[in-house]
T-cell receptor, first 108, second 113 residues
Framework: AQRVTQPEKLLSVFKGAPVELKCNYS??????LFWYVQYSRQRLQLLLR??SRESIKGFTADLNKGETSFHLKKPFAQEEDSAMYYC??????????FGTGTRLLVSP | NAGVTQTPKFQVLKTGQSMTLQCAQD?????MSWYRQDPGMGLRLIHY???????DQGEVPNGYNVSRSTTEDFPLRLLSAAPSQTSVYFC????????????FGPGTRLTVT
């Protein structure tokens, strides 16, 4: 079975502080992991995926198969990063499973 | 391209009523899906389709029907609305079956009283 766990419902930080949004997954095969973001009053959009190994808006995420984790990190948070973040896993035929989401609040 | 569009944006139903949530995409995507978003539960897959004429169930299919007569459209039907179906519904699509990046619609906020 595919499962994604995001343990924090809310993460509140000050501008300029480092951010780490946690994501753990459960899947017996080779997973594809994603981070999606939903800004206020906007639709859900892809932020990054592990196979691209890219940095988007200063965010990075590394797939750690030993710890079955795909944490999202940014060294210096900005107010515009405030949003809902969802970790997602695709392990099977087009079934994309989402975590429960973490709301990131960046205060000035 | 309009991308993924959904109608209506908001809807209030009474228990027992039926309705159809519309979803369309103009990107020639093979794959389309429906999710519901509930507080504390993330997004849960209701139904999905890998191409015209092919649909399958997701995690929470009960109370919902889908069909895919064209590549562009993937409507979601609520057969007999229940308060437990109060939620925000998102439609998503992707270009190829093996690619999993999903493009989402703006959502439909449904309230069942």
């Amino acid at each position: 079975a595919q499962r994604v766990t995001q343990p924090e419902k809310l993460l509140s930080v000050f501008k300029g502080a480092p951010v780490e949004l946690k994501c753990n997954y459960s899947y017996s095969g080779s997973p594809e992991l994603f981070w999606y973001v939903q800004y206020s009053r906007q639709r859900l959009q892809l932020l990054l995926r592990h196979i691209s190994r890219e940095s988007i808006k200063g965010f990075t995420a590394d797939l750690n198969k030993g710890e079955t984790s795909f944490h999202l990190k940014k060294p210096f948070a900005q107010e515009e990063d405030s949003a809902m973040y969802y970790c997602a896993l695709s392990g099977g035929f087009q079934k994309l499973v989402f975590g429960t989401g973490t709301r990131l609040l960046v205060s000035p | 391209n309009a991308g993924v569009t959904q109608t209506p944006k908001f809807q209030v139903l009474k228990t027992g009523q039926s309705m159809t949530l519309q979803c369309a995409q103009d990107m020639n995507h093979e794959y389309m899906s429906w999710y519901r978003q509930d507080p504390g539960m993330g997004l849960r897959l209701i139904h999905y389709s890998v191409g015209a004429g092919i649909t399958d169930q997701g995690e929470v299919p009960n109370g919902y029907n889908v069909s895919r007569s064209t590549t562009e459209d993937f409507p979601l039907r609520l057969l007999s609305a229940a308060p437990s179906q109060t939620s925000v519904y998102f439609c998503a699509s992707s270009y190829r079956v093996e690619r999993r990046e999903q493009y989402f619609g703006p959502g439909t906020r449904l309230t069942v009283t």
